[in-house]
């Protein structure tokens, strides 16, 4: 199985923040948490830049939803000519089921009358 780059991308993102993370809690290194705190400026800037991200983020997570329930999700062009293909296939198999049940009669009869 190949990975695309998007989700190779993902991936090592995540573990890169795992990282951070278990850095963090082992002591491996500290980021300057208390600063950004302390500092009321770049706590309001940090929030609010976060809002914002988080709200497009939203706008897309529900423009794809709703675009997602309002398409039409019919048949792709392939699948319809398979159903096309198999009502065909129907079709001539009761044709071939006549044919054999018009055929039987004159074999029958041609049975009888020879000696």
Do not use: C
């Not at 991936?11 to 500092?39: C, D, K, R, Y």
């Amino acid at each position: 199985m190949k990975l695309s780059r998007a989700i190779l991308f993902w991936v090592l993102v995540i573990a890169a923040l795992l990282f951070v993370e278990v850095a963090e809690i082992t002591h491996l290194f500290t980021l300057p948490v208390q600063s950004a705190v302390g500092n009321l400026l770049s706590f309001v800037f940090a929030l609010v830049f976060t809002t914002i991200l988080a709200l497009i983020g939203a706008i897309f997570i529900g423009i794809y939803i709703s675009h997602r329930f309002l398409t039409p999700s019919g048949f792709t062009p392939f699948e319809e000519e398979m159903l096309r293909m198999r009502a065909d296939v129907a079709r001539m198999r009761e044709d071939v089921e006549s044919l054999k049940a018009s055929a039987r009669p004159a074999t029958d009869e041609r049975k009888e009358g020879s000696p």
